[in-house]
């Protein structure tokens, strides 16, 4: 069975390109940040957050019982939490943090690993995140980092939120990505990282079809 992981930071066009290469290959998708994301929100709902330094072995609980769907629809991927469509509720910059504080905690980490690997079938797997071709799917066939500067990243950040008729600062957008940079790569457990045997692909001046391009002849050089 055929797995291709994609990780890297946020902003690099990961989660559209695994979007891209699971339709073009017609494989299964996982999407870890969304299981990250859905952690942090569930946790927060049961006002276990604040208490991770002390006692966790209830989270873990929670994380190992996770109740979580994930059902495609014409409008992208429906995610449900205890039967509850919570899709656009994971996207905000508030689930953004519980998640970041969930991604740091590794009992919370190793309790969501048998999950993530459920999602491997005979299908085939696009994998997105940022330890997945590193700790989940070490034996992945194609492995790909992809990552792009802080500014570019944050340039493109900037556009989408004006084109969605936000307002927002650049300066404040980048300085934020820079903190989430050292946040991701710093941390003790599974740290931001490409893997040895991946492929590095900088898309900060690269359109998502060159991206794609490039990754798409790599990636037919490594199925099985
Ligand atoms: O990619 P994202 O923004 O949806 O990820 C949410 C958080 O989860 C972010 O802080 C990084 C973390 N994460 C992680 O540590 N490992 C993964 N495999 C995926 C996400």
New binding site residues.
Partial sequence: MNIITIDGP?GSGKGTLATKLAQYYQYHLLD???I??LLGLSLAQQNLLTQLDGNISDAVNIATHLDIKFVPSMHGIQTYLNGEDVSKQIRSEEV?LF??KV?AIAPLRDALLARQRQFATSKGLVAD????GTVVFPQAQAKIYLTASAQSRAERRYKQLQGMGVDAKLSAILINIEERDRR?TQRVV?PLKPASDALIIDSSHLSIDDVFNQMRSYIDTQLI
């Fill in positions: 946020s870890s940040g969304a990250y994301r953004g998640a970041s991604a995140g940022r330890d997945m991701d599974a």
